[in-house]
């Protein structure tokens, strides 16, 4: 019953460089979604999708693009990593008027 | 712009002791959820509340949903070692997006 799974756990990039978050579900889940965590901040919305090819921007979206070409995966790209986004990056999925379902995280560090 | 805000947002505590934690906001959500998240990993879902002024109770857990249904309350009784963690609140919206707490790092100390 695997869930929500992320990859990779871990990633040092360097500024300026790209780099794609992977995040898939096994729920059939139509909504997903992407925060990254920050210290004293919480949870922060990055993009989310309701569904295979529609996605829209949360909170913090830029330097970030994500598509949905199905309803496993929904992938995040970093075009030109900043040291700003030092983060800790999650991935949640749910069904309409439920609960999210996370994955464990990516950590990432930008030097 | 953070539209909730948890108090504290560190408590260190012994023991058996009890303790609650506050979410509160100037909106209104349809429900509110509770998670907790451990180091390493993603928030679990704890509870959901959805209507105003319910109060449900997960063993030493109770949550609470205000009566406008603008803020909540956790409150742990007996705490114990094993409660420690990251407590997170969470406001859906009728168009399903959750908007996140700052949170709240609970210790307890044995």
Redesign the interface.
Do not use: D, K, W
């Given at each position: 019953n695997a869930g929500?799974t992320q990859t990779p756990k871990f990633q040092v990039l360097k500024t300026g460089q790209s780099m794609t978050l992977q995040c898939a579900q096994d729920m059939n889940h139509e909504?997903m979604?992407w925060?990254r965590q920050d210290p004293?901040?919480?949870?922060?919305?990055i993009h989310?999708s309701?569904g295979a090819g529609i996605t829209d921007q949360?909170?913090v979206p830029n330097g970030y693009n994500v598509s949905r070409s199905t309803t496993e995966d929904f992938p995040l790209r970093l075009l030109s990593a900043a040291p700003s986004q030092t983060s800790v990056y999650?991935c949640?999925s749910?069904r309409?008027?439920s609960?999210?379902?996370?994955?464990?995280?990516t950590r990432l560090t930008v030097t | 712009t953070q539209l909730l805000e948890q108090s504290p947002q560190f408590l260190s505590i012994q023991e058996g002791e009890n303790l609650t934690v506050y979410c509160n906001s100037s909106s209104v959500f349809s429900s509110l959820q509770w998670y907790r998240q451990e180091p390493g990993e993603g928030p679990v879902l704890l509870v959901t509340v959805v209507t105003g002024g319910e109060v449900k109770k997960l063993k030493r857990l109770t949550f609470q949903f205000g009566d406008a249904r603008k803020d909540s309350s956790l409150h742990i009784t007996a705490a114990q070692p094993g409660d420690t963690g990251l407590y997170l609140c969470a406001g859906a919206n009728t168009g399903n997006q959750f908007y996140f707490g700052t949170g709240t790092s609970l210790t307890v100390i044995p």
């Open positions: 929500v909504y979604s925060y004293g901040m919480g949870l922060r919305l989310y309701v949360g909170e999650f949640a749910s309409a008027n609960p999210l379902h996370f994955g464990n995280g | -």
